[in-house]
């Protein structure tokens, strides 16, 4: 198909397609001419994974090019591939030294070890977790980590429904378009869900007799 063609199907303008051509997000089209490149269906696929990662997983043109690497990386472990998309969709918080950092820090790693997590401890999202916890520390909330467990507990069930989810698709760029779709918008439907579900228990434990 013509670069106009490719346009309409995936949804993207000519000008970003070429731009991401440049980027090296897109592999460019087969000439057949001096002026004309002819793309196939990889190409869709590839701008479909492109648009998951920038529209919903708000990555930038950097972290997509590393993601694409790893895409593109037949010897990397599907394990390693998803860690990659993953992991570029956690938040960096920024806190100053001193700043209750190294306690959270050490928690967190002890969670990871009581639970037998095959995760790091110098991960981003440990480490957004133990900006979280040393947040609620500086507020007066530390004793919010005794429910840790729970969420940990909820967490470790949500962990395996999004990877049996992503265990139904066969090919690299859908598995990591599914973990990005997954894990943006299942933050959204967990957080929402976890706050109906918040609303129930309150009025039972709170709310008027019936």
């Known amino acids: 198909m013509r670069i106009g063609e490719l346009s309409r199907r995936a949804g993207v303008s000519v000008p970003t397609i070429k731009f991401y051509v440049r980027e090296g997000l897109l592999p460019a ?10 793309y ?18 708000g990555l930038s043109v950097a972290a997509i090019r590393e993601v694409i690497v790893a895409v593109d990386d037949v010897e990397k472990p599907v ?12 938040p960096r ?33 440990a480490e957004s977790l133990a ?10 909330h530390g004793a919010f980590a005794e429910v840790l467990g729970a969420y940990a507990d909820a967490a470790e069930g949500v962990a395996r429904a999004d990877v049996d989810y992503v265990a139904h698709h066969v090919a690299r760029e859908e598995l990591v378009e599914s973990v990005v779709v997954g894990t943006v918008i299942g933050d959204a439907i967990f957080s929402a869900l976890r706050r109906l579900a918040q ?11 019936t």
């Open 199 to 209: 609303m129930d228990v309150s009025n039972r434990a709170f709310g008027p007799a």
């Open 131 to 140: 900006t979280a916890l040393a947040a609620l520390e500086e507020v007066g």
């Open 93 to 125: 918080y920024g806190r100053e030294p001193g700043t209750g950092m190294d306690e959270a820090r050490k928690s967190v790693a002890d969670l990871i070890e009581a639970r037998g997590w095959r995760a790091h401890a110098d991960s981003p999202a």
């Open 29 to 38: 089209g087969e000439l057949t001419s001096p002026n004309q490149a002819s």
């Open 79 to 90: 394990h390693k591939l998803l860690g990659t998309a993953a992991s570029r969709m956690v």
């Open 40 to 57: 196939g269906e990889t190409h869709v696929q590839r701008l479909r994974l492109i648009r998951a990662l920038l529209d919903v997983g």
